[in-house]
């Protein structure tokens, strides 16, 4: 080949790279603006949906807290509640709590403490002044009469509250395209919407789409309330880390119409941002889950879970720790047995 020739293939070999590295930046650039763009997007949405559902906090100051906290730079704790409500029961504003657990944020640890209380636990209520199922606190007196049963049960401070319905609950599921769960044995559940046995699912690991996850949070018909409230933080667990892995980040804006109107926090968007953190930051998030223990006890033929007073107090330890609360400064009110029955 002549130095002609060579020095032309040189040159269109030349020209094909830059055209080829021109291409590659251009579609790096256009990607990145288009990132740019949908986390603006993102964040303006979220902004507007989750202050939304922003509740201001009327409850007085608990007195284990000397100011308030801020998320960013305090160990803080936060109530999630799962009610029974839906579109079909009419029943928001006198639902019981489905699911009940309490969740503590470590900070410098990066870690979580959760801690389920079965629903049938029996306690001091103290908006009725007696003791019945926890459950029912939510039933008497909302969102405020939920949050001082527990302070009074935990002895500890609930600085956020989330409270969700069944639809809340399913529609984040399906936004996040289901989360992957182990099914202990075959059930058939209602569905959000009460129609009997219209879920069935065979045991094993699998992807569960969101009226699944919820029959399988709420179903205890071959077990008790104790493994319902394991399944359920294993599921809360699922959501969580399907939720801040990176593969889900177009399911957002999904999530954030699965929110909508159906959650209710005294939490802040800005509040709500520090908490995100926990899932993205350097290192791996540590997720520790517990429940109450206890016994069945049925005074008058009507089940309740009577708390074992001992490990109570190694768990209210424990999360005093956690939040770094050295000691009480509220005597938990307690108040002998009434029989109530069964709402």
């Not at 002549?2 to 020209?15: A, E, F, H, P």
């Not at 309330?225 to 980040?249: C, F, H, P, W, Y």
């Amino acid at each position: 080949m002549s130095n002609t020739k060579r020095v032309r293939v040189v040159r269109r070999k030349k020209r094909k790279l830059r055209k080829w590295i021109k291409f590659v930046l251009l579609s790096t650039l256009i990607a990145f603006i288009g990132l740019i763009g949908y986390g603006a997007y993102l964040y303006i949405k979220a902004d507007s949906v989750l202050s939304e559902s922003y509740v201001e906090d009327t409850r007085e100051k608990s007195p284990l807290r000397e100011a308030m906290v801020d998320p960013s730079i305090d160990n803080v704790s936060v109530l999630i509640m799962g009610v029974d409500a839906n579109e079909h029961r009419d029943n928001a504003e006198s639902a019981r709590t489905d699911a009940l657990m309490v969740a503590t944020f470590n900070k410098d640890e990066k870690s979580i403490n959760l801690v389920s209380i079965p629903r049938d636990s029996l306690v001091y209520i103290p908006y009725v002044g007696y003791e019945d199922k926890i459950n029912h606190a939510h039933y008497f007196g909302g969102t405020e009469a939920a949050i001082e049963t527990v302070e009074n049960l935990l002895d500890i401070p609930i600085d956020y509250y989330v409270k969700l319905n069944f639809h809340a609950f399913v529609d984040v599921v399906d936004a996040l395209n289901g989360i992957t769960v182990d099914v202990p044995y075959e059930l058939k559940e209602s569905n959000s919407m009460d129609k009997r046995d219209s879920i069935h699912l065979l045991p094993g690991e699998q992807t569960v789409d969101g009226e699944e996850a919820l029959a399988l949070a709420r179903t205890r018909k071959l077990d008790n309330d104790i493994e319902r409230g394991k399944r359920q933080q294993e599921i809360m667990k699922a959501v969580i880390n399907k939720a801040t892995s990176v593969n889900s980040l177009l399911n957002y804006d999904d999530v954030l119409e699965a929110v909508g109107d159906n959650m209710e926090t005294n939490m802040t968007f800005s509040d709500m941002k520090t908490f995100i953190t926990y899932g993205t930051s350097a290192g791996k998030l540590s997720i520790d889950t517990h429940t109450l223990e206890g016994d069945d006890y049925k005074p008058g033929g009507v089940y309740y879970w009577a708390l074992d007073q001992i490990a109570l107090e190694e768990t209210k330890n424990m999360l005093k720790d956690h939040l770094d609360i050295s000691t009480s400064t509220v005597e938990t009110q307690t108040a002998p047995y009434e029989a109530n029955g069964e709402l």
